[in-house]
């Protein structure tokens, strides 16, 4: 292809393709060349043989639109409605009938006309076996064809058009209708002696009067987001119909892909026609064949738009602008297709229709994504590592599935740092070996970043945290016969020896919780004391530390004491992701210089999962 280089007139591309990129150059080759270029993509094909994240995000990024036509008739329509949408003020009505074999006429379509100047009707079916011509009626019941003066036709292998300039026989406003029927031998309406089922569509274009148009934004949508498919009716003036009403069929999947093909595994790449097939598609097309049935079906949801502040993101006042904010209703992943049906005025009522596509990929939710780690041999500088494999899902529990590497990137978390790539394992699962900085007490993480989205952070969710609780208790109670002591006179002291028996350094975070502080009982119920000290420490392997009541006395009051310091007592509480050796010795004796005591307790961890 040839692209221009940007000029003062502004150009535009019109892309029609499955989005599979089978031979070079790939988008992101040439993508520096459409600087200056809008670009709208027709995205033609089914979910097993479509791309709609690339074609939507490469007309968003260049300021066009995507639409998604699923069969060949999708394809005429859509071209319809666009030179409808383009060059006149869109569309009365769009909808598809199927017209069974040797039956000469549809069913009539009514609609609406209230002070246009033209109408065009636009017929396209989906076999170039069959012929069809378009006739229409006018309020007063004359029947209009293509050999009524004035009116222009044409007809081609699967379309036809007849262009109606008004007013017509002094006809103009109010109910007309169109119809299809099959031309014949021996006359404009004589049935042919056989001919073949059709599957068709009517247009209905018309020319002057209001605009309708669809509010457009710069967003990628992912599964959980709130969209809110707003449209706008305008006259040239800037002003608006009178009357206006509107609603929007919304077309859907109700099945992701993702979760398909996490169930089925992903398959190898496949050919057809000698175009290279991404393995994907390769795989649904597979299922599909064996099946003998689409993977994703589409279903209709018909919803009224409002044009209150609530409907249209803030307007204050009632005008001709309508929407509605649809939470929770981006639910699966795929092509959703917009359908606005808008109709205004009150003694003359008029109508307008407009289509677009939108393609919803799988939002990425921490708290529904799944992680575990398997450890493997620490850094040279003595960081811990792990692999992470990780199910990526979304909010509702689908899941993104396999093969999208290219639909996400794995990024740095305080603390944690990917050191290879991504691996997919073929079954909605993926793989990065991720290691932590040395003394790092953050577990394991990654951050999952999707275009135009934040990064979520991915945790393991069997991450075991290790918690142990040493009481301690040190100084001298003095003797208190009237008073309420926390213990008997005597002098304490309180070792908390730490080992790390590991053969990996342990980061090690110590928090001391005073209840009693100099003799002051400053945590005696109803009273609570939080952590007092913070402290975080690194112990090589198969190392070991103690912390004592001097230790503890200068951690807690700021510098170790000179001399004897009355009672203090609380909870030294010791918090690795490491399993570790704790051992507290407890040593008392009586003020007047009995023998000593002393206790040895191991102290158990409390096992946490993250």
């Not at 378009?134 to 058009?161: K, M, Q, S």
């Not at 960081?383 to 093969?403: H, M, S, V």
């Not at 908390?496 to 350094?505: F, T």
Request: hydrophobic share 35%; net charge negative.
């Amino acid at each position: 292809m040839q692209l221009a280089p940007p000029s003062a007139n502004p150009k535009a591309i019109l892309l029609m393709t499955d989005g599979l990129e089978n031979t070079p150059p790939m988008v992101a080759d040439i993508e520096g060349a459409l600087t200056g270029l809008t670009v709208h993509a027709i995205g033609f094909g089914t979910e097993s043989s479509l791309n709609g994240a690339l074609l939507s995000a490469l007309a968003l990024s260049h300021g066009g639109l995507y639409t998604r036509a699923g069969v060949g008739l999708s394809l005429e329509k859509f071209y319809s409605a666009a030179f409808g949408n383009i060059f006149e003020t869109g569309v009365l009505m769009d909808p598809e009938f199927d017209l069974p074999a040797n039956q000469q006429a549809g069913t009539p379509v009514p609609f609406r006309v209230c002070g246009e100047n033209g109408i065009t009707a636009v017929a396209g079916w989906d076999n170039t076996q069959g012929e069809l011509l378009l006739r229409a009626t006018t309020p007063g019941g004359a029947v209009i064809t293509g050999f009524t003066a004035t009116v222009e036709t044409a007809t081609g292998r699967t379309w036809t058009f007849l262009r109606i300039p008004l007013p017509i026989g002094g006809e103009q406003d109010g109910l007309w209708s169109v119809n299809v029927v099959r031309p014949g031998g021996t006359g404009e309406l004589a049935a042919a002696p056989t001919s073949p089922a059709l599957r068709y569509f009517i247009n209905v274009i018309p020319t002057g009067g209001p605009r309708i148009s669809r509010f457009r934004n710069n967003t990628l949508y992912y599964t959980g987001d709130t969209i809110n498919p707003m449209i706008i009716v305008r006259n040239d003036d800037g002003g608006w119909p009178d009357g206006m009403q509107a609603k929007m069929i919304i077309t859907h999947p109700d099945a992701g892909v993702g979760n398909i093909l996490s169930k089925s595994g992903l398959g190898p790449a496949g050919v057809t026609n000698a175009d290279a097939i991404p393995s994907r598609q390769a795989t649904l097309q597979g299922i599909e064949q064996s099946t003998g049935k689409p993977v994703v079906n589409y279903v209709d949801t018909t919803i009224v738009l409002g044009n209150d502040s609530d409907s249209t993101s803030g307007a204050f006042e009632p005008t001709a602008t309508f929407g509605k904010p649809l939470v929770d209703f981006l639910t699966v992943e795929g092509n959703y297709t917009f359908h606005a049906i808008a109709t205004y005025g009150d003694d003359c009522t008029g109508m307008r229709e407009l289509s677009w596509s939108v393609h919803v990929d799988v939002g990425i939710d921490p708290g529904k994504t799944t992680v575990t780690t398997t450890d493997l041999p620490p850094r040279p500088d003595g960081g811990a590592c792990y692999r992470l494999t990780f199910t990526p899902r979304d909010k509702y529990g689908n899941l993104l599935g396999p093969g999208r590497t290219d639909g996400f990137t794995v990024v740095s978390q305080p603390g944690s740092t990917p050191s290879g790539p991504v691996t997919d394992l073929g079954n909605g699962s993926y793989q990065v070996d991720v290691c932590t900085d040395p003394g790092s007490l953050n577990p394991p993480q990654i951050g999952i970043v999707q275009p135009g989205r934040e990064p979520v952070v991915i945790v393991p969710i069997d991450f075991k945290l290790f918690l142990y609780s040493v009481k301690f208790i040190c100084g001298e109670q003095k003797d208190d016969c009237c008073g309420c002591a926390p213990a008997r006179p005597g002098r304490y002291a309180t070792g908390s020896n730490i080992h790390n028996y590991q053969s990996r350094e342990a980061a090690v975070l110590k928090r001391a919780i005073p209840l009693v502080l100099a003799g002051a009982a400053i945590g005696r119920e109803p009273n609570f004391k939080g952590p007092a000290t913070l402290e975080t420490i690194r112990i090589p392997a198969h190392n070991a530390t103690m912390d004592d009541c001097c230790r503890l006395q200068q951690l807690l009051f700021g510098a170790a004491p000179a001399g004897p310091v009355p009672l203090t007592i609380g909870i030294l509480e010791i918090v690795s992701f490491v399993d570790l050796a704790v051992t507290a010795v407890y040593t008392a004796s009586d003020c007047n210089g009995g023998a000593p005591s002393i206790d040895v307790q191991q102290i158990e961890g409390k096992l946490f999962t993250i």
